[in-house]
């Protein structure tokens, strides 16, 4: 009898070692698949141990005192500076957005006469009206660059960088414009769905824009922070709102045979809720979406918690349909993430794909997956190779290669050109537009893998590329882009003369200062709350913006009192027939 009972276990366990073996990595078969010698998984049990390096935190917060200087100079209190010719744009509507969304840089590097004057300049703005009459306000960039850096600001100085803040009443405007602001921008949610519109005006009526399309990380990728404005100022209305348009989103059936299955569109219809493209992947127009659940979950865990199997789901379709791998065998261990349209996978990319990494590693860690962390392991080791393979030490806008799982030489998987085939051959991939705009997707991804595994090699390469920065994009007023990241010493990639002048961008884009340089401080920065945690765990999550939102559960490092404030409802606990509470222009 006992034989009978424990045979169909032996033949069971019998059964689990056969495909055991047969499923296991086989990198002859299939090298571009896994790297080019087998390693077995990393396992982190612990936490790492971290390097800190003073003199390199001091060089990095001194190229943000020069390009404040510039800008403070030249551009302050508008939103963006022209580092060449001493002028500014108003790419923003006017707001001051470098000001603004440099703060919490400022603050975490100790900058105390920069944190002085932003917040007095925050305390007297005014979030209600443009300067322009009928000009268009971003909504997904004022949330996630203006609205997070108050609401993040308000939260470094009322902990860990308590010793920053003047009074208690600077402290209180910071998050009282925050509201102000989010306030305005709920009428971007007056939409049937819910899903916001792409942009909204303010003077000389509020409303939105009469645009019916939108993009996926417009309609999903702000939840940080009205979560943040939700939870320190009992504003409900458009944290609601945005909740309801969540879900009227991932309800929405998705056309299967012209979409990828687990992902989505990168265009949202915000009257239907339905799409409106069969384009996607891991670009700027869906990466906020596909990031920020990550982030949410991460953000609280318990009222997030149904959002586990959406980004699951997603994370899986990515790491199955979109990894690519070069068709050239010695760079087959190469991970690039390709974009998709009509169900097909076409290999080329935006360096915001290598953001990514970021998220797999937030998520692998938040989750506790180690499988999540090692894909977000691959993109890092990519994107470096993207940096470290072009002669500047930048990397470019946009890149292609030639898949190793399709026909070379078609129209959906082209050849090189000519004149970059040596290139190509050499890097695995070409460039498709050179320039470089001081964006911030790389040295985040190499953030967060240094923080998951301690490696100093991220230091190393963190710092190469800091380097290679100031020396190309430094100019007497501030830092700017430059045009070809194939230029090295003058010349291009065909050896050609290039005028230095010439390949300057006139543009210091507010990104650099408020996550770009960010990045590379906490690289070499002492441990502390600011810092990510190797097990997700940590006091912080870092917005889309850049900006660390402090987590419910953290409350007890407020300076000014412990008051705790109200667990908030499941999400999933939204009224789907919540009101509006717009304005009197809403039509």
Not at 225 to 244: P, Q, T
Not at 296 to 316: F, G, M, Q, V
Not at 374 to 384: P, S, V, Y
Request: with cysteine; aromatic share 12%.
């Amino acid at each position: 009898m006992l034989l009978i009972r424990v045979l169909p276990l032996i033949v069971g366990l019998a059964d689990y070692a056969r495909a055991t073996v047969v499923n296991a990595p086989n990198p002859e078969e299939e090298p571009y698949r896994y790297n080019l010698t087998y390693q077995p998984p990393l396992k982190i049990s612990k936490e790492p141990e971290y390097r800190d390096d003073p003199e390199k935190t001091d060089a990095i917060a001194e190229a943000f005192r020069h390009s404040w200087q510039g800008y403070y100079n030249y551009a302050f209190p508008k939103d963006t500076l022209h580092p060449l010719s001493r002028t500014f744009e108003n790419d923003l509507s006017g707001f001051g957005s470098t000001a603004i969304e440099s703060l919490t840089t400022a603050i975490i590097m100790g900058e105390k006469s920069i944190i002085d004057r932003v917040i007095w300049y925050i305390g007297g703005a005014t979030f209600t009206v443009t300067k322009l009459v009928e000009e268009e306000v971003n909504v997904y960039d004022a949330t996630i660059r203006l609205v997070g850096s108050m609401v993040s600001a308000y939260d470094l100085l009322n902990g860990p960088y308590r010793k920053y803040a003047t009074t208690k009443s600077s402290l209180d405007a910071l998050l009282n414009q925050a509201v102000v602001f989010a306030e305005v921008l709920n009428v971007a949610f007056g939409t049937k769905t819910r899903i916001p519109a792409a942009g909204m005006f303010l003077t000389p009526m509020i409303q939105r824009s009469g645009r019916l399309e939108t993009t996926l990380a417009v309609a999903g990728g702000m939840g940080v922070e009205l979560d943040a404005i939700h939870h320190r100022s009992g504003y409900k209305s458009l944290w609601k709102n945005f909740v309801n348009g969540f879900k009227a989103l991932i309800k929405q059936p998705v056309v299967h045979h012209r979409v990828l299955p687990g992902l989505l569109p990168d265009k949202v219809n915000t009257h239907q809720a339905g799409f409106a493209s069969t384009k996607g992947g891991y670009t700027r127009n869906t990466a906020g979406f596909y990031h920020g659940i990550a982030k949410l979950r991460n953000l609280d865990s318990e009222r997030y918690k149904r959002i586990t199997k959406l980004w699951t789901k997603s994370a899986e379709a990515i790491m199955k349909h979109l990894s690519s791998h070069p068709y050239t065998h010695a760079h087959r261990n190469m991970t690039f993430l390709s974009r998709f349209q009509d169900a097909q996978h076409l290999p080329g990319a935006e360096i915001t794909s290598c953001s990514a990494g970021a998220m797999f590693m937030l998520g692998g860690a938040t989750l506790k997956r180690q499988r999540y962390i090692e894909f977000g392991l691959r993109i890092a080791e990519t994107c470096w190779e993207v940096v470290n393979g072009m002669p500047s030490g930048l990397p470019p806008q946009k890149f292609k290669w030639v898949d190793a799982e399709l026909e070379a030489g078609t129209r959906r998987n082209p050849l090189p050109p000519v004149h970059l085939e040596e290139l190509a051959n050499r890097t695995g991939f070409w460039p498709t537009r050179r320039s470089y705009h001081l964006e911030s997707d790389v040295i985040e991804t190499m953030y967060y893998a240094y923080r998951m595994t301690g490696d100093v090699k991220w230091q190393n390469r963190a710092w190469d590329m800091f380097v290679n920065i100031n020396s190309s994009c430094r100019v007497p007023h501030g830092f700017v882009g430059i045009k070809d990241v194939t230029v090295k010493d003058g010349h291009d990639i065909n050896g050609e003369r290039v005028d230095d002048l010439r390949q300057l961008i006139n543009k210091m884009e507010g990104e650099w200062m408020s996550r770009t340089l960010k990045y590379f401080y906490l690289m070499f920065a002492p441990n502390g709350p600011s810092q990510l945690k190797w097990n997700g765990d940590g006091a912080f999550v870092f917005s889309h913006g850049g900006h660390l939102i402090q987590k419910p559960q953290w409350r007890k490092l407020n300076a000014f009192g412990k008051w705790r404030r109200k667990k908030l409802p499941d999400w999933d606990k939204a009224d789907s027939t919540v009101s509006y509470h717009g304005t009197e222009y809403d039509d």
